[in-house]
Nanobody, 121 residues
């Protein structure tokens, strides 16, 4: 079992930046992956980014490539999502996840509670 606590959301103007954090309650293994999904009102939850815990390989949704950067702190078991050049369409609840293997289509085993990101135009 692992508990995830995500934080860092807020209200920002279009073009601004936010950094999300997600802390895990136990050591993340090198075979695991961590990352983020998001869910906007009335829409399905969609993949945003992930990172392999062992090798640091990163995947991004096309909609955020070049604007968002995922990173990790192995010692602290924390994953970050730096979000730059934010757009109103990035408005959503962002959920951290842990997958028990690193794959292009994550199948999260654990979820954070979510953090709201609102981008005003």
């Amino acid at each position: 079992q692992v508990q995830l606590v995500d934080s860092g959301g807020g209200l920002v103007q279009a073009g601004g930046s936010l950094r999300l954090s997600c802390a895990a309650s136990r050591r993340i293994f090198s075979s695991d992956a961590m990352g983020w999904f998001r869910q906007a009102p009335g829409k399905e939850r969609e993949f945003v980014a992930s990172i392999s815990w062992g090798g640091g390989v990163e995947y991004y949704a096309d909609s955020v490539k070049g604007r968002f950067t995922i990173s990790r702190d192995n010692a602290k078991n924390v994953v970050y999502l730096q979000m730059n050049s934010l757009k109103p369409e990035d408005t959503a609840v962002y959920y951290c996840f842990v997958d028990l293997q690193f794959r292009q289509r994550p199948a999260p085993a654990y979820w954070g509670q979510g953090t709201q990101v609102t981008v005003s135009s």
